[in-house]
């Protein structure tokens, strides 16, 4: 295993909100979350909305400070417990970046693209001649496939596509020159036409920079496509990783399993037997409020497999081989096996009939 | 995107209007005296309240002062408290608003407080109590005070809006690239708020132009500087309007008026072109749309 660039440790982060009447309440929007980030690896971050991903993202891009854990770059603490110097050093900057989920709301419709690019070239580069200035912004929107250059240096964000816009915020956070790279679905406000393209841009990104990728969505499917490793998120914590294939065909957690069989396959006979697989998809629940988050495991109200020790006590942490773990008690009880058989439809169907009897 | 400022018929007219009043303030003292040999100053006792006439055009007032001379003279005076009062407001409420809105926190909460502090002031009162103190308050003083007491609403405009572009993904993702503070107020946010800031400005124009005459007619002001406002104040000294010296205060009331209107029909071009849904469609397109329209039915060969 190498060592990591970027890292978070334990992280947590608390947001305090008051309502009319004054009283203030803590929403737990992320909470013991760990990840590693090396050199040339993808690592994909699953949840449905609400689960923490993009808080999990503004950590590691520090626009949020983590209430507690810390973060390290390069195996030195930057921020977290301990570290009282709040302010961003530009060093940070320079090695980790952050892609915005809008490409049309990231660039400032006021500016065209040469001012994004030079301003990310001078911020870290300085006492460049212009001549090398303009050469590097040249490169760097061929390096995002924008050619020929001079085609689209002197635009305005309001004259490109969706997915121009979206190539020219990675130039920018690529002028840096950065070792991490955070997307925080990067692909999800484009057309489904020039996503491949885009996730074919992040993997040569990782492939000939080596960099460090973060990738954020709710999108299986493109996360099988372009990961290395999966994270899967729920209320707040993570729940389960692990490397991509092993964890989609093979979920240890049930709300892995969950979010997998959630997303369309077209491969699977859906006219054929419509009802049996979407029957109760309505009764599935939904995401628990994370102000005052369910205790023990966070799934439980949702889980057919509940247990009662699953309300009263936080699971432990099942190492399962191969760098792939799992916060779920069937580890511990030896039902593990229980995952791979019926499909969560079936058995949320089948747990509900039984209550309602 | 590009929106043609001049194309608009209530723009242009006040651009010429207000441009004329500017080239009178600037040029235009020189210009009767030498050219028409007036001097606002000087008393012809053999013309006392005389109507418009040969040799004087705008007639005389009581002391036997020329009207046309004043008027120009005060036209300097009135633009210059105008201009002054208007530059020292918008500055200040940018100097307060936009860092309110962009910080913040506990900033921008002082800052806020700053602001509500001046907009609940009595401000009339204020003026007079420190007019009173300060005494014989030249023209600069007073554009001073106008603008010192008149910043707190644009304050508060330009607070919300630099609030609403600042938390918006481009900024934060220009902050994600190490952009300083300064940089990203000035390059970032800032050009967002210019059509706040030009319609603020010209408002704050009327406004100082308006509170000049209103203070100088309540008695704040330099005796010894003649303004739009100083002429209608003397004016209404010598009972001219039961008297019927018409030529006296009808002049200076109308600049006031007329520097006005065509600073708010600038206004209302600044407002176009920072909310589109509010452009009509131009006479020209119209006409254009229409001919389209007639070679498209005509019928062919015709």
């Known amino acids: 295993m190498t060592a990591p660039v970027l890292e978070a440790i334990d992280v947590a982060k608390h947001f305090a909100v008051a309502n009319s009447l004054g009283d203030s309440s803590v929403v737990r929007a992320v909470e013991g979350a760990s990840i590693r980030l090396e050199p040339g690896r993808i690592t994909a971050v699953v949840g449905e909305s609400g689960s923490g991903k993009t808080t999990l993202a503004r950590i590691l891009a520090r626009f949020y400070e983590p209430t507690s854990g810390v973060i390290r770059l390069d195996g030195v603490p930057v921020a977290g417990d301990g570290i009282r110097k709040r302010a961003v050093q530009k060093a940070y900057r320079k090695d980790v970046q952050l892609i915005f989920q809008d490409p049309f709301g990231s660039l400032n419709p006021l500016h065209r693209v040469r001012h994004n690019l030079e301003r990310a070239v001078r911020l870290h580069h300085h006492g460049r001649s212009k001549a090398a200035l303009e050469e590097r912004v040249t490169s760097l929107l061929e390096r995002v496939s924008l050619t020929p250059a001079s085609d689209y240096v002197d635009k305005f964000p309001h004259e490109l596509s969706g997915g121009q816009r979206q190539r020219v915020v990675i130039a920018r956070a690529l002028a840096v020159e950065p070792r991490v790279l955070l997307g925080d679905e990067p692909i999800s406000m484009l057309d489904v036409s020039i996503r491949l393209e885009m996730l074919n841009l992040l993997d040569t990104l990782r492939r000939e920079d080596g960099l460090a990728l973060l990738y954020i969505t709710h999108d299986i499917a493109s996360a099988r496509y372009l990961c290395d490793d999966i994270v899967v998120m729920y209320a707040g914590q993570m729940v389960e990783a692990g490397p991509k294939d092993a964890v989609i065909s093979s979920p240890q957690h049930p709300y892995t399993k969950l979010l997998v069989e959630s997303s369309p396959d077209p491969h699977r006979d859906v006219a054929a037997d419509r009802d049996e697989i979407f029957g109760a998809a309505d009764e599935l629940g939904e995401p628990p409020s994370l102000i005052d988050p369910p205790s023990g495991c966070r799934f439980h109200p949702r889980c057919p497999f509940a247990m009662e020790k699953c309300t009263t006590t936080p699971p432990p942490r099942a190492q399962l081989g191969d760098g792939r773990w799992a916060d779920c008690w069937l580890h511990e009880e030896g039902r593990a096996d229980e995952l791979s058989g019926s499909t969560m439809t079936e058995l949320i169907t089948r747990k509900l009939t039984e209550e309602r009897r | ?302």
């Open chain 2, 1 to 302: 995107m590009k929106y043609d400022l001049f194309g608009n018929g209530k723009v242009t007219f006040g651009v010429v209007v207000l441009g004329f009043f500017v080239l009178l303030a600037i040029l235009g003292p020189w210009f009767t005296s030498t050219v028409l040999g007036l001097d606002a100053r000087a008393n012809d006792i053999s013309a006392i309240s005389s109507p418009p006439s040969a040799a004087h055009p705008l007639g005389t007032t009581q002391f036997g002062q020329d009207v046309l001379a004043q008027v120009v003279e005060g036209a300097r005076g009135s633009m210059f408290v105008g201009f002054l009062g208007a530059i020292v407001g918008t500055v200040i409420s940018i100097l307060v608003g936009v860092p309110a809105g962009y910080f913040g926190g506990t900033t921008g909460n002082a800052l806020n407080f700053l602001t509500n502090l001046f907009l609940v002031m009595p401000v009339l009162p204020l003026i007079f109590v420190l007019a009173g103190y300060l005494q014989g308050t030249g023209l600069v003083m007073i554009a001073f005070i106008i603008g010192v007491f008149g910043w707190a609403g644009g304050a508060r405009t330009l607070r919300a809006q630099a609030m609403s572009v600042s938390n918006r993904d481009f900024v934060q993702a220009m902050r994600m690239l190490g952009e300083s503070n300064r940089r990203l107020i000035f390059t970032e946010v800032m050009p967002h708020l210019y059509g706040w800031i030009a319609s603020m400005f010209l408002g704050g124009l009327i406004g100082a132009v308006m509170a000049e005459a209103g203070l100088a007619f309540l008695g704040v002001s330099d005796s010894s500087a003649i303004s739009w406002g100083t002429m209608i104040q003397a004016a209404q000294q010598q009972s001219a309007v039961l008297r019927g010296l018409w030529w006296w205060f009808v002049p200076p009331g109308l600049c006031i008026a007329l520097v006005g209107t065509a600073a708010a029909l600038i206004n209302f071009g600044v407002d176009e072109l920072a909310n589109p849904k509010l452009r009509s469609g131009s006479r020209r397109v119209a006409k254009r749309t229409a001919a389209i329209r007639r070679t498209a039915l005509a019928p062919e060969g015709v």
